[in-house]
């Protein structure tokens, strides 16, 4: 009898232990979480949150409980929602990983980009179960790509003119009319909306 509850009460003390250990395992997982500055979510297949932490809460404007249950997907442009799901659908346990930038439009109209780094995660029976991501907003990186892009259009347009269309549309980027133009340039205004008219069409 007493070597029975000797038994119990190591065992009692084991799961105490092992209690306490999940607990502090978890505490710690939720500080790391929680002091990060990006945004971590879980959520399963359907895009169903499970997780959010305290940065994901603040960009939204809203607390834990009211995000947790709701469609992350939701919020995202319909044409990179569809790109996403293809990439999401091919993911496998050797090749877990996703990364994908998206666009999301906010309640005041305002675009924003966010880049994430999903991740699913499966059972030991090969079964997905639910995926964690991690995610930054990129939306000034984006900008300034976008602007270094028309930058460089803009260039190869611009050498596609002629030296008499380039005189012409500095002339017009200065505010000047066609009659105004044309006498600057010795033309008629007939030729100057021609020039005009052709600048505008290379330069799209």
């Known amino acids: 009898h007493e070597e029975l509850e ?3 009460q190591d065992r009692t003390s084991a799961l105490t232990a092992a209690n306490t250990q999940l607990q ?18 879980r959520w399963q297949g359907d895009g169903i949150q499970n997780f959010v932490n305290e940065p994901y809460c603040r960009f939204w404007g809203a607390t834990s409980k009211e995000l947790v249950g709701t469609c ?3 919020a995202i442009i319909e044409e990179d929602r569809e790109l996403l799901k293809e990439k999401l659908a091919q993911v496998t346990v050797v090749e877990p990983g996703v990364v994908f930038e998206h666009r999301i439009v906010l309640a005041n109209g305002r675009t924003v980009w966010k880049h994430w780094s999903h991740r699913a995660l499966f059972d030991d029976q090969g ?6 991501s991690v995610g930054s907003d990129v939306t000034e990186r984006r900008k300034r790509e976008d602007q270094s892009h028309d930058r460089a259009v803009a260039i190869i347009q611009f ?13 017009v980027v200065a505010g ?4 105004v133009i044309a006498r600057k340039l010795s033309l008629s205004v007939k030729t100057i909306e021609k020039h005009r008219s052709s600048l505008m069409r290379k330069l799209q």
């Open 24 to 41: 502090e395992s978890e505490r710690r997982y939720r500080s790391v979480v929680e002091d990060h500055l990006d945004y971590i979510i």
């Open 6 to 8: 000797l038994r119990v």
């Open 72 to 74: 992350f997907m939701d």
């Open 176 to 179: 000047n009319a066609n009659k």
């Open 127 to 132: 079964k997905l179960t639910e995926f964690q």
């Open 159 to 171: 050498g596609k003119l002629s030296s008499r269309e380039r005189d012409v549309m500095q002339l």
